[in-house]
């Protein structure tokens, strides 16, 4: 079916041009007439081009697109579009409380109300900020309208004292700092803002640059958008060639179903490693595709990704800040490194209206230093490994951050290579775990490992970046920086911490986690991917039918309908009615 309707018309013009029904047409119209438009323009053969405008004063991460705006709409104009700006709910990642992931799924469903509901023809998704991206992603997919992403870009970046400062990694290294008594109250604040000296989002590999390049990857975007610096000149001109492009996609009638694929999904699993990528990825990229009504499983980002070496030399995994990975190529040269290896399925759609295989021809690493090639890569076997046990049904260990320090402290005694036993410590969310985390009585030790519980999609609500916990002061203090830790919600992308995370199910529906407890002996097998606590199965059973499942406190009606909802973080925290919709715009019935 074709973006015009069978009248040769552009939906928009369902509204604003229906002589059938001029008592409508006329109301429609009228108010739209009222600002910048003239009949001219909303009655041509013109389509109007939505802009979901995610920056604010409140999502700080993504204001750059408020000055960007006026390059978008240039692009829009100038290949024959009308462009319409409006706003998306904001969701800023540290403001948001309780957690910026609450909100993703209502920003979601408010996109998907306004490209349903308002003459809009296609749509320029502004992205930054982590969960701006997959919302904006999951609501395209929904309604499938023409659509296109463009990213803010990440800020500068940033510097202290002759070191590179880099979004939220400077906030784990300081924390130990301050923990050690090596730093003070003050010099903690100014080192931390000094990763932050511009417009744009983290410039870190966490989990904005992650979710841009995840749009890169599927094709859901410009080649080379998604690694450009806010400030840079060049991010003005990728504004106006998107709202271009946006335009060209309408009348070419490419839509999200056109472009995405089960092997546009490969694609995104394989670069992700690549690039040392967010744990934050699999929920969200999860959610897309199950709005798309693409087949993918929590399983697939162990089987196509685990074994892909990571080539991006960027915090957390690296060392370099998010200038040097644009000026080196950004995704599209590792993109091309992968593909050189035969890593990229070539055949798979892209906004650009090219195949993969095309937009990628003559790119490569620009800079050795910052994106490494395939055979001589930063580290081998850069995926997620997927664990299963009496625990949780899935949870991810993001092994590309796993430092030999702590490999050979925890995983390499003779015989026993890559099984670690501990005994584990147990936190019921984070407000237990500052209150606890220094009592002597714990017996916190090198050979512990901590949980944390209850932070969950339906727990927190909305899943808490919780799980990358610092161990003790006096274990900091004596030099160790990282104990394992597993919990069922997340953590930041920017984290170097090699947690066990996305637990799912999580504890307040049932999970395994919920009948752990503190001393209990724990085993982690790498060769297996299993975590296990070692106790009896009678005494498992017993904890399992005395649990009484926890009183969960609402604070807003939002958070009890998302409660009611959502599901868990393996299945992408989504909302389970919502999957069922597939291309709204189009009105066709529900499947
Ligand atoms: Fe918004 Fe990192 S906090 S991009
Ligand atoms: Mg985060």
Redesign the pocket.
């Given at each position: 079916m074709s973006t015009r309707r069978a009248n040769g018309k552009f939906r928009s013009q369902e509204w604003f041009d229906n002589p059938n029904n001029p008592g409508m047409t006329a109301l429609y119209i009228e108010r739209y007439l009222n600002q910048e438009y003239t009949r001219e323009e909303l009655q041509g053969d013109r389509p109007i081009i939505g802009i979901a405008q995610t920056g604010s004063d409140l999502?700080?991460?993504?204001k750059i697109h408020v000055f960007l705006m006026d390059r978008i709409k240039a692009g829009i104009r100038d290949a024959g579009g009308i462009p319409m700006e409006f706003p998306v709910h904001p969701i800023?990642?540290?403001?948001k409380r309780p957690t910026?992931a609450l909100d993703r799924n209502l920003a979601y469903l408010g996109l998907v109300e306004v490209l349903h509901g308002y003459p809009i023809d296609g749509v320029v998704l502004t992205t930054?900020?982590?969960k701006t991206t997959p919302a904006m992603l999951m609501g395209a997919v929904t309604v499938d309208l023409p659509a296109i992403t463009l990213n803010g870009g990440?800020m500068l970046d940033g510097w202290w004292n002759g070191s590179l400062a880099g979004?939220?990694s400077v906030v784990w290294e300081s924390r130990r700092l301050l923990a050690k008594g090596d730093i003070d109250y003050d010099e903690f604040m100014a080192r931390v803002c000094a990763s932050a000296p511009s417009l744009?989002?983290?410039n870190t590999m966490?989990?904005?640059?992650t979710m841009n390049a995840m749009a890169e990857a599927l094709g859901m975007c410009l080649p080379g958008n998604s690694a450009i610096p806010a400030p840079f000149r060049e991010r003005m001109a990728m504004a106006y060639q998107t709202g271009k492009r946006c335009v060209e996609m309408v009348f070419e009638d490419l839509k999200p179903s056109d472009i995405l694929s089960r092997k546009s999904f490969e694609n995104a699993i394989v670069v992700n490693s690549a690039i040392g990528g967010s744990t934050n990825a699999p929920p969200h990229l999860q959610a897309i595709a199950r709005h798309a009504g693409i087949k993918l499983d929590v399983s697939d980002w162990q089987e196509i990704g685990y074994d892909v070496p990571l080539l991006v030399n960027m915090q957390p995994a690296g060392e370099f800040l998010g200038e040097a990975f644009f000026r080196a190529g950004g995704v599209p040269a590792v993109m091309g490194e992968l593909n050189a290896a035969g890593r990229i399925h070539t055949d798979a759609m892209t906004a650009s209206g090219k195949h993969v295989g095309d937009t990628l021809k003559g790119w490569r690493s620009r800079d050795e230093r910052v994106i490494k090639t395939y055979l001589n890569p930063m580290r081998e076997k850069a995926g997620f490994m997927v664990l299963s046990g009496n625990l949780f049904d899935s949870a991810l260990m993001k092994t590309s951050v796993i430092s030999a320090e702590f490999r050979a402290r925890f995983l390499s005694a003779p015989g026993s290579e890559n099984i670690f036993r501990a005994k584990a410590i147990v936190f019921d969310g984070p407000d237990d775990y500052h209150q606890r985390i220094n009592d002597p009585e714990l017996q916190i030790d090198e050979k512990s490992i901590l949980f944390i519980r209850g932070v969950g999609c339906v727990g927190y609500p909305g899943s808490a970046e919780v799980v990358n916990m610092l161990p003790p002061d006096a274990l900091v203090q004596s030099g160790i920086d990282h104990l394992p830790t597993v919990g069922d919600g997340r953590q930041s992308?920017?984290s170097e911490s090699p947690s066990i995370l996305n637990a799912s199910p999580e504890s307040v529906v049932g999970g395994g986690l919920a009948f752990l407890k503190t001393g209990d002996p724990i085993e982690l097998d790498l060769n297996r991917c299993t975590l296990n606590a070692c106790v009896s199965k009678e005494d498992w059973e017993k904890r399992k039918a005395d649990w009484q499942p926890p009183e969960l406190r609402h604070q807003t009606p939002w958070q009890e309908l998302y409660r009611k909802h959502v599901g868990q973080l393996a299945n992408g925290g989504c909302l389970e009615f919502a999957t069922a919709y597939h291309r709204v715009a189009r009105d066709l019935p529900v499947d």
């Open positions: 999502t700080p991460c993504n800023q990642e540290t403001g910026a930054g900020c982590d990440p979004s939220g744009g989002h983290c966490g989990t904005a640059s992308g920017t």
